[in-house]
């Protein structure tokens, strides 16, 4: 049984996405390992026993330690879909703003590129914590084009 969750935590690992899912996987590699470890010391066994449970349960919170950052941006929410249906260019003549936030400086920018490609301004709107302002902006945008009456284009010049 414990083989099969061993190995269900190593293909956890290994798959790309899944935050919440890895962070149970951690949780319980190092359970059992640092577990497997504190039953050895307690019944007296030596060190021949106790130190791979030991160095395996270290190895997984130093993996979880040094694991990379989340790579999110928010973006794209504040601006009405209708608007995607016009030209890139006139787009970009029109100034459209498209709103981001991030704490990732390398995907923030790719973002930005994304929406220039997609004829938005990119406009940096501070650090992933402030997404939820972009929330209660797009709601506000959503507000006035419907029962404000501005229409699809309140968001275009």
Sequence with gaps: MLGTCKLAAALVFLMPGYRLLKEWAYAGIVILFMGGFASHLLVGDGP???IWSFL?????????VLRPATRVVKAFNTVAQETYSHPVNFLCAQRVVGLLCGDDQAAKAT???LAAEAGLTPLDGGPLCLAKSLESFADLVRYLMIDGGQGVYLTIG
């Design 48 to 50: 021949g026993q106790f």
């Design 56 to 64: 395996f349960g270290m190895l997984a919170i130093g993996s979880w």
């Design 111 to 113: 973002v930005a590129q």
